[in-house]
């Protein structure tokens, strides 16, 4: 495996996504929101203007759940796939070049391009409200970027994973748009359906593993477990024991969730 090879493929994919703007759109797309939430999420409440790291963390928690991993999974469904309908993969796969390169090469482009927005979009923020931040509230926040970075490399993985098996375009982007319902959405309800059917006698003991199963709800849970004034808003605190909210524990497993895709995308790209 050459990495000059995988470096030129990323920067093809980095700069092309800065050339149709689309880093810029949602670096934007970040900074407006959390700008928002930060200064007018207590709104409804009568209260207007920044009140806590907790608070804005605990709502932009709840934003990025949703935006992060729709625009990963966008960005990525065709990574392979809409190659192969160009019929630019065949050229590609006939220079010295392999499989693994090209793979690893447009992931990592497509992620630098994700993760340049996140931080962007999000420090920004950070800038601007450094001065009613104490050290203690940035660290918290810096760890929030930190784990959406992770969030959007693990549904990235997601995508290409779905681009390497998806037959075309059209079925990547079903596929694409299906995975989202159902680890955004569609998760949670089955676990929380299946905990009141059985009256709380079927799955709760493993209830806190089922939730790793899910990288929106580690990464949750990886940023609300740590706001002691946020977590029993959540009821974490009473169905997920703290040994299992380790920081590193679930950081290591947003890692599996980058790294298990991408290992049974290149398992079956080499087919």
């Given at each position: 495996m050459e990495i000059a090879q995988i470096v030129t493929i990323a920067s093809k994919e980095f700069w092309d996504r800065i050339r149709n703007r689309w880093v810029l759109a949602v670096a934007l797309i970040f900074t407006a929101f959390a700008l928002v939430i930060a200064y007018f999420g207590a709104a409804q409440q009568g209260d207007v203007g920044f009140r806590s790291i907790d608070v804005t963390i605990a709502s932009l928690v709840s934003l990025v759940i949703y935006l992060i991993p729709l625009i990963a999974l966008i960005l990525g469904f065709d990574a392979i796939v809409g190659e192969r309908e160009r019929g630019s993969l065949?050229?590609?796969?006939?220079m010295p070049i392999t499989r693994l390169e090209i793979l690893l090469g447009k992931y990592f482009g497509l992620a630098a391009a994700l993760t340049f927005?996140?931080?962007?979009?999000?420090?920004?923020?950070?800038?601007?409200?450094?001065?009613?931040?104490d050290f203690n509230a940035l660290i918290h926040y810096f760890g929030?970027?930190?784990?959406s970075?992770?969030?959007?490399?693990?549904?990235?993985?997601?995508?290409?994973m779905l681009s390497v098996f998806a037959a075309d375009r059209t079925r990547a982007s079903g596929l694409a748009i299906a995975m989202w319902f159902f680890f955004v959405l569609v998760f949670d309800l089955l676990l929380l359906?299946?905990?009141?059917?059985?009256?709380?006698?079927?799955?709760?003991?493993?209830?806190?593993?089922?939730?790793?199963?899910?990288?929106a709800d580690v990464f949750r849970i990886l940023n609300i477990f740590t706001l002691a004034d946020v977590r029993s808003m959540y009821g974490l605190a009473t169905v997920f024991p703290p040994t299992l909210a380790n920081p590193w524990l679930l950081g290591l497993v947003m890692l599996g969730w980058i790294a298990a895709p991408l290992a049974i995308a290149t398992w079956r790209f080499r087919q």
């Open positions: 065949d050229l590609l796969l006939s927005s996140t931080v962007a979009g999000f420090g920004l923020v950070a800038i601007l409200l450094s001065a009613q931040l929030f970027m930190l784990s970075v992770l969030l959007g490399c693990a549904f990235l993985s997601l995508a290409v359906g299946a905990l009141v059917a059985s009256g709380g006698q079927w799955g709760g003991e493993i209830f806190p593993y089922l939730l790793l199963a899910n990288p």
